[in-house]
């Protein structure tokens, strides 16, 4: 058993970060994982990072990011300091690939009307002198105003990453990883030289997997551990973690939704049984029952709204589950409703499926999935009813709400095509910033959850706990934290 000392020793340190479960990949190409994400943000450097008090951005890899025409070009100035694992230097070059790997699948995914020759991106980005000083910047340009833009390239996936000749990528983060483990559930990274490693930045950085919730909060009792990031608790679980002293809870920008496939035999199929739905499940009930392990969602612009999250926020009685009775017209058939099995989803989807029974007659059977199937049922539409937490933390409604037009995979996979829904975000895409954006995409939004197969439910809560000697993370809307930032001042003995 080896001792790791503060660096106030001359030795090394260590910081110790739990997941829930392993990661479904390590692909900063395809980020569709919390923890994916937690571990990517270690291992590159993102252009621009969202802010810890709120909505909203800052530069990071990019040391400005100015817009011009209507929003339809910026200009992108690299941060200095910038540099792959070997020491080399961030092309702006570099960089520009990155800003077009914000618009994937799993990013903001475009409708094909805005990219009919197919490349995934808008944009067209060529390197420029910049015309206050002659340094290299990245000129972008657009037929559609991006506004949001700084918000998009907040995005793991949009950091830039250099593919090496083995097939494999490295970052320009603060760490390079060594060591991967799945049979022990643990990743490490070390320390290496870049724009973001300073005088707080551990030597090493430790993710390790604890699955049960109980074990990973021994690890923190005895020191194993130092940060816990919380996001799927049992409400019980969520109750006391939250109560606990020195206890963070956030409300993140991830949401819970019901996806309704169309064609069941169901009021749910149509736009008035959805209407019908929303109107008559009662969130903040329901909220309530959960402990607030989730917080209630009507609108996916209300992940952005500030919110009070505090542990005692659940002290408010609850009010009757189910107001409004609709009495069936007959007796309907049984649906399935399927939901990634781990906490809460379980409890929420018991709710939903006794509102879906109690007012439309349906006898529903719930079907619990590993995240790997979950994931799979969600992209092949393997479902009647499919309660689903969207795994992306997600910089802009836009992301919630651009599947639904026409031309769009998703929307051409659910064979669903509504003239108001494209006419509404072909307003909102065309729309440059400022107010008239926001009411553009406000009014979008409202034709979307009018029209389109899917219920907005809950917005998904986090615990953070720290242990002995770490300081409290910000934790951003979007889950991510500085984990470079955070040194113990005493580290333990450990196993490894």
Sequence with gaps: M?????????????????????????????????????????LVDPLTRDLADGPGTAPSALASLTPLDGDRAWLLRPAPGQCWDDGSPVRPEEIAAGVHRAWGPTCLPLPAAYDPEGTGSPVVTRVVPDPADGA????????????????????????????????????????????????????ELCRKPSRRTGPGTPDRLVFQVYADRADAFAALADGRLDLSLNTGLSPGEFASTA??????????????????????????????????FSAGFDREAASALLHKAVLPLSRYADLWKSRETGADAGARPAGPLLPGRLPPRSRRAELTLSYADFAPNGEASALVAADLHERFGHPVRLRPLSYERFARAAATLDYELLYGINPAPLAHVAGFLTGFH?????????????????????????????????????????????????????QVNSVTLTGPGCPAPAVAATGTTHLDDLTRTTVPDRDH
């Design 243 to 276: 109560s606990r002293p020195g206890a963070t809870v956030r409300g993140l920008s991830m949401a819970c939704q019901l996806w309704v496939h169309p064609g069941l035999d169901s009021p749910l199929a149509t736009p008035a049984g959805r209407r019908a």
């Design 406 to 458: 026409s031309t769009s995979g998703q929307a051409r996979a659910f064979e669903f095509a509504e003239p108001a829904v494209d006419a509404a975000l072909d307003r909102a895409l065309r729309s440059a910033g400022g107010p008239d954006a926001e009411r553009a995409w406000r009014e979008a939004e409202a034709v979307v959850l009018d029209h389109a197969p899917v219920v907005p439910l809950f």
């Design 2 to 42: 080896g001792t790791e000392h503060a660096r106030g020793d001359g030795r090394a340190t260590a910081l110790v970060v739990d997941l829930d479960a392993w990661p479904l990949s390590l692909d900063p190409f395809h980020v569709v994982d919390f923890n994916q994400a937690l571990v990517l943000d270690a």
């Design 136 to 187: 290299p910047v990245v000129e972008l340009r657009s037929r559609l105003p991006l506004p949001y833009l700084p918000q998009l390239l907040a995005f793991p996936g949009a950091a830039p990453v250099r593919e090496r000749p083995d097939g494999g990528w490295t970052g320009s983060g603060p760490f390079r990883p060594v060591r991967a483990e799945r049979a022990e559930g643990r990743i």
